[in-house]
Nanobody, 123 residues
Framework: QVQLVESGGGLVQTGGSLTLSCAASGLPFGSSSIGWFRQAPGKEREFVVA???????YSAEALKDRFITSRDKDNNTMTLQINSLQPEDTAVYYC?????????????????WGQGTQVTVSS
């Protein structure tokens, strides 16, 4: 059974930083693609960044400068560092997983999801 558990969300002031974590179990982490998506209130879930099995990163063009990801294969975790947070970054951030065919930005191509972690940026 695949499980993805996000953590690290919270309330932060504009300009601050947060690091989110995704702990994965029940899948071949080393040969899977792991991604981060976010969903703001009233909006569709959108792609943020993903890492494929070889460690190559794929980022949403508009976010790549402030959103930095890395994965630790030994501990089956992936982190997302968000810098210079803005109120428009307020959203639930989700971790997703799929097979090695990375990295579609479409939500429909990611079969496994965590429960999400809330990030709120105050102005």
């Amino acid at each position: 059974q695949v499980q993805l558990v996000e953590s690290g969300g919270g309330l932060v002031q504009t300009g601050g930083s947060l690091t989110l974590s995704c702990a994965a179990s029940g899948l071949p982490f080393g040969s899977s693609s792991i991604g981060w998506f976010r969903q703001a209130p009233g909006k569709e879930r959108e792609f943020v960044v993903a890492i494929n099995w070889s460690g190559t990163t794929y980022s949403a063009e508009a976010l790549k400068d402030r959103f930095i990801t890395s994965r630790d294969k030994d501990n089956n975790t992936m982190t997302l560092q968000i810098n210079s947070l803005q109120p428009e970054d307020t959203a639930v951030y989700y971790c997703g997983a799929r097979d090695p065919r990375c990295c579609s930005e479409s939500v429909d191509d990611w079969p496994y999801w965590g429960q999400g972690t809330q990030v709120t940026v105050s102005s």
